[in-house]
């Protein structure tokens, strides 16, 4: 394996933070590897998104226009990606850990006969050999995996486990050609409403999060909701409120969940366990909301507000929104 390439994940005209988290990472690989650093953007506004990943230190930005890649079900985009790994040679597939890049990199993988590793928060160039970190066993254990012997790799990366580094280097673009291929699947609805709580929670520059200490499902909706759209950010949760049913999983933050890296996370109601932290210690600022001034999590916030969350997070949502009123 040689060459790295990155599938760009994009929405409404904007490529998902992810992508350069994963076109960061494609650069350190190709360097270590002696290849190229290469993203493929596909569908309706790939071109306007070359200038946005131009930013990135990629080799080639190759791109396709074609309104198949959005009106058909994953074949088309399947189709370019095989073309664009198999005129690029032995080479690494990066996606992004989401719904898209998951199912993308399922077909792929069999497509190109590669080796796969999914939902990877670590990968390294190990004596020539791409290795893979990645939990498993619902975060019992986490496995480093190395392709051997595989002309092609494709990785799910989870996203936020690595910083994005901007620095464009002068990439090259490339229009690819329409490979020949059937697509039978065709899109018939979106369910917008779901497609972005999934993205929404990971990208959201402010993540509320809440616990066991909610008490059950109906202060997400009536406190946190509230609180997360006054910021303009997006609610996240705890596996205990998960396990528990008040939230559906897509939402749990930790080592089985999402990992979140937002500038500010609110944590109510939530102890602060070791699985829980390491889905959002890299956070730029952390506040915790807890009747216990003795709680875990207040070793690593930079701010422990102690007292009940049904008194705390109605007056925090009215501050805020006073703010943005006044400003
Ligand atoms: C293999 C494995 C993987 C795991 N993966 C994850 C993961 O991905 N994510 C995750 O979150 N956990 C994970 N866990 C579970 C983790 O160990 C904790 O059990 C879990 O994070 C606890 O959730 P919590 O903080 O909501 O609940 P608790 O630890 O029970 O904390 C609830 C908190 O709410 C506070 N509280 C209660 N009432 C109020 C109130 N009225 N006002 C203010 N504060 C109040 C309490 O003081 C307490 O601190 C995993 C565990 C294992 C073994």
Known sequence: ????????????GQTRKVTFELATQ?????????GEARAVVLGAG???????????????????????????????????LVAVAQSAGPSVVLLPNTMLGRDLAGRLTARLGAAMAGDVTGIEVDGGSVACVSPKLGGKVVTTCAFKNADY???TIRPNSFTATAGGTGARTAQIEKPAGKSYAMVV??????????LGLEEAPVVIAGGRGMGGPEPFTSLLKPLANAFGGAVGASRAAADAGWVPYGLQI??????????????VGISGAIQHKVGMQTAGTIVAVNKDGTVPMGDFADLLVV???FTIVPELTKLVERAKAQA
Do not use: C, W
């Open 26 to 34: 494609a650069r350190r690989l190709a360097d270590a590897l002696g």
């Open 189 to 198: 609805e979106r369910n917008v409403e779901e497609a972005s709580s999934e």
């Open 307 to 309: 007292g009940d969350l």
């Open 46 to 80: 790939a071109q306007a998104l070359v200038e946005q990943l131009k930013a990135y230190p990629l080799d080639v930005i190759a791109y396709a226009e074609d309104p198949d890649v959005d009106t058909f079900l994953l074949d088309p985009a399947v189709d370019y």
């Open 153 to 155: 790799g494709v990785v």
């Open 1 to 12: 394996m040689k060459n790295v390439i990155v599938f760009v994940e994009h929405s409404g």
């Open 254 to 267: 930790g080592q089985t969940g999402k990992t979140v890296s937002p500038q500010l996370y609110i944590g």
